[in-house]
T-cell receptor, first 113, second 114 residues
Framework: GENVEQHPSTLSVQEGDSAVIKCTYS??????FPWYKQELGKRPQLIID?????GEKKDQRIAVTLNKTAKHFSLHITETQPEDSAVYFC????????????FGTGTRLTVIP | NAGVMQNPRHLVRRRGQEARLRCSPM?????VYWYRQLPEEGLKFMVY????????ESGMPKERFSAEFPKEGPSILRIQQVVRGDSAAYFC????????????FGQGTRLTVV
């Protein structure tokens, strides 16, 4: 099955700096790569996603890049704010459906005011 | 649209009891996915169901766990003879289709086995 690795596990940045989280996946059949933000005790919420026919996607301060050849994708958050502090999960789809997702182990992002 | 509804939010069971977790998908959604999240870990896919069908249960433990999504009513994740290792947050997500759409997560059920 799919194996998704995520780094780093924790990340602290100063407010206003950028944060980058990287993930790799193993199954070349995966074609959908969402990123979720999860605050303590709450549900995961989709913040951005990318499909395999696109190399980069941007939504305001958040961007995601995908390199299908190398099987890795990254999340970039610019101009970080304290409310960006949360756990971020990358995920990759399985062969049986775009929403059967294999998740990374998460990155705890702390934005220091 | 009320979103994906899960109940109960918190469930405490003694070892050996049964746990039944319910998930009502968003209106118009016919695809349901169950995930388990252990403390300080990511979400692990368990099972994918459509109405009256199990599509993919490759992440489901072979024993004690079962899931259904009947024609009428919520999807049920059932854990028989619970053990301490079953303590986790169980999230349900739903989508209208399986491809090219976002899956929306419920608030989760936090199961504690004592």
């Amino acid at each position: 099955g799919e194996n998704v690795e995520q780094h780093p596990s924790t990340l602290s940045v100063q407010e206003g700096d950028s944060a980058v989280i990287k993930c790799t996946y193993s199954d070349s059949a995966s074609n959908y790569f969402p990123w979720y933000k999860q605050e303590l005790g709450k549900r995961p919420q989709l913040i951005i996603d990318i499909r395999s026919n696109v190399g980069e996607k941007k939504d305001q301060r958040i961007a995601v890049t995908l390199n299908k050849t190398a099987k890795h994708f990254s999340l970039h958050i610019t101009e970080t704010q304290p409310e960006d502090s949360a756990v971020y999960f990358c995920a990759a789809s399985s062969r049986t459906g775009a929403n059967n997702l294999f998740f990374g182990t998460g990155t705890r992002l702390t934005v220091i005011p | 649209n009320a979103g994906v509804m899960q109940n109960p939010r918190h469930l405490v069971r003694r070892r050996g009891q049964e746990a039944r977790l319910r998930c009502s998908p968003m209106k118009g959604h016919s695809h349901v996915y169950w995930y388990r999240q252990l403390p300080e870990e990511g979400l692990k896919f368990m099972v994918y169901l459509q109405k009256e069908n199990i599509i993919d249960e490759s992440g489901m433990p072979k024993e004690r766990f079962s899931a259904e999504f009947p024609k009428e009513g919520p999807s049920i994740l059932r854990i028989q003879q619970v053990v301490r290792g079953d303590s986790a947050a169980y999230f349900c997500a739903s989508s209208p289709f399986t491809e090219n759409t976002e899956a929306f997560f419920g608030q989760g059920t936090r199961l504690t086995v004592v």
